[in-house]
């Protein structure tokens, strides 16, 4: 994959997933939302297990594992349809996509330039710190053109 598109496609991404960041601040209910949701509607766990076609009992647990982060995201799905709800599933990374590769191809070229600069100390040949400043950001330049997965090796 060429650099340029896999630069749109961290950009598209970042895009998609910048919408669900308001949502970091906002916790769910300690209970569950499929509890906190069933009796907002007034409905009891056998009306709501009945409306589902499963047992008082399995609603109940199933309410306690969404409350405890242990329920799969196939059931949670089931659940919040038969509340008249959708889930909305995401995964939002903590600072932009962009810069994690960024930081990432600066980190590599970091270690690169400074292992050869230390190397050229000992020989007392060290080049200046702005010099080191450039090669660091030439460095992270070829690797931002290059294929991405090697920044991750």
Known sequence: MSSEFNH??????QEAVAAYGV????????????????????????????????????????????????????????????????????????????????NRAKQLAQEEVHGVAHTMSLEDQRPTDERIQKQVARRADELLRGKWSHLWR
């Open 23 to 102: 949502l970091l601040a906002k916790r769910a209910p300690s209970r569950g939302w499929l509890k906190e949701i069933r009796e907002a509607l007034g409905r009891t766990e056998r009306q709501q297990a009945a409306r589902l076609g499963i047992s008082s009992s399995t609603l109940h647990k199933s309410e306690q594992s969404e409350a405890q982060e242990r329920i799969s995201l196939a059931q949670l799905r089931k659940l919040a349809d038969g509340l008249d709800c959708d889930l909305v599933y995401a995964i939002v990374p903590r600072q932009p996509l962009t810069e994690v590769v960024q």
């Open 8 to 13: 749109l496609r961290l950009e598209q991404l």
